[in-house]
């Protein structure tokens, strides 16, 4: 559970006031996967970066897209461009991006998989991201922030353990129930690398960290305890304990009223909820003890009009916007209108105005 209720000195950055327990200025916003597809600039440059891969290993044309976003929009944080599967590359997995298909890795089922995973130096191979958050930091406007991110181990894992995209990750979650050894050795040694890993996003100029579990949904109670939960308060404590002034929030997708035992159990500075959260309860429950981020469904931002404003104004009129970050309650989709990106911006500082 995080200690934000300890307040210190604003920092100017609207979301690291809220995360760190002082009051912004504003209402933060940024977005899941801002930087993307929904925008031309974006599938301008990809298609010159030749591969998804190689466009991620690109500091100039990483930290391009990075700040794409904050050109366009009046927004509180930048979020680094990477993937969370380049930590599995490093550390010797086979990785491939294939149109339409998504990831494909070599795949890791037994302890002798396990075994052939090398650790030593494996952070050290993603230094082309390493510089990205460099060149990032040095462009940012001072009212903005900087989102450095990993994976959850769980999560991670499953795309390890499929070999890419799986529909109800059988084999990961096959291997959670049996407890099996070579899995609990894979989950440890993804623990300890993404604790590396975000040291030394640190290191580089992030100054708050997200750990996504995209898919802690697929588990029930003991082993979401077990195997998302204890996981992601391993690697925000060993942040913590690299560096206390950095904030770290948590995506778990999926859990329901399992977020506040989130909160309650991971040494977390804010949780993000899905859409499908009931705002009441996410403000009565979720806001006692927490930060709270999201949660606009992003097919809402889709659509946009009338519903896109009804919805935005629920949200503002319900979180309190000292304990609170506006965001999606997934990944911006690919065929949302960068209008409605502008539109979303501009209903959430009219909120601002009001409450001033």
Not at 90 to 110: H, I, M, Q, W, Y
Request: net charge negative; hydrophobic share 45%.
């Amino acid at each position: 559970m995080s200690d934000f209720f300890d307040h210190g000195q604003s920092s100017g950055k609207a979301l690291l006031d809220v995360l760190n327990g002082n009051t912004p200025w504003r209402r933060p916003i940024w977005l899941m996967r801002q930087a993307g597809r929904y925008l031309p600039e974006y599938r301008e440059l990809r298609a010159a970066a030749g591969s998804f891969l190689d466009l991620c290993y690109s500091p100039d044309m990483a930290s391009e897209v990075t700040l794409q976003p904050l050109r366009r929009f009046d927004l509180d944080a930048a979020i680094l461009f990477a993937d969370i599967l380049l930590l599995p590359q490093a550390l010797g997995c086979d990785l491939t991006f294939k149109e339409n298909e998504g990831p494909k890795l070599s795949p890791v089922r037994c302890m002798d998989d396990v075994s052939r995973l090398c650790v030593e130096g494996a952070v050290g191979k993603l230094q082309p991201i390493y510089d990205t958050v460099a060149k990032v930091s040095a462009q940012l406007p001072g009212h903005v922030g900087f989102i450095g991110f990993c994976g959850a181990p769980w999560t991670v894992a499953t795309y390890m353990i499929e070999g890419g995209t799986s529909s109800d990750r059988m084999n990961a979650r096959l291997a959670a129930y049996a407890g099996d050894v070579w899995f609990d050795d894979l989950i440890e040694l993804l623990v300890q690398t993404s604790i590396d890993y975000l040291c030394a996003q640190i290191d580089a100029g992030v100054e708050a960290v997200q750990i996504f579990d995209t898919w802690a949904i697929d588990l029930p109670d003991h082993l979401r305890s077990k195997y998302c939960f204890e996981p992601i308060d391993r690697i925000a404590r060993g942040v913590k304990r690299h560096s206390q002034k950095v904030p770290v929030i948590g995506f778990a997708r999926g859990i329901g009223a399992a977020h506040l035992q989130l909160v309650q159990q991971c040494r977390i500075d804010a949780v993000g909820i899905e859409w499908s959260v009931p705002l009441a309860w996410a403000a009565n429950e979720l806001q006692a003890e927490n930060v709270v981020q999201g949660n606009l469904d992003p097919l809402c931002l889709v659509a946009g009009g009338d519903a896109l404003e009804h919805a935005v104004r629920q949200i503002t009129e319900t979180l309190r916007y000292e304990r609170h970050i506006m965001n999606l309650g997934h990944g911006i989709r690919p065929d949302t209108p960068p209008d409605n990106v502008a539109r979303l911006v501009n209903i959430v500082r009219q909120a601002d105005g009001a409450r001033l």
